[in-house]
């Protein structure tokens, strides 16, 4: 149970320095209130996806979700 508990204490932690660094950098193009609950739902996602330990799944899984999240709810360009 302590596992769990550290579980959403580091992914709340995680979350909300996600939202803190976009917030400040790029430009949103959906609301708050849609912008917070992806990110809600992203990171239920990730936690869910950690449970089983797996250090792999759970690299890919975080690199990908929160470029998915990036790409997503900002206006970001791909400069090649």
């Known amino acids: 149970m302590e596992h769990i508990i550290l579980l959403?204490?580091?992914?709340?932690t995680e979350a909300v320095i996600?939202?803190?660094?976009t917030s400040s950098l790029f430009?949103?193009?959906y609301s708050t209130k849609i912008?917070?609950?992806?990110l809600s739902i992203f990171y239920t996602i990730l936690f869910?996806?950690?449970l089983p330990g797996q250090t792999w799944l759970n690299i890919f899984s975080f690199?990908?979700?929160n470029t998915i999240f990036l790409y997503i709810l900002f206006?970001?360009?791909k400069d090649y």
Do not use: E, G, N
Not at 8 to 12: A, D, G, M, P
Not at 35 to 38: D, E, G, I, N
């Open 75 to 77: 206006k970001l360009k």
């Open 18 to 21: 996600l939202w803190q660094y």
């Open 27 to 29: 430009s949103p193009c």
């Open 48 to 50: 869910l996806l950690s």
């Open 35 to 38: 912008r917070l609950a992806l």
């Open 63 to 65: 690199f990908i979700i």
């Open 8 to 12: 959403v204490f580091t992914f709340f």
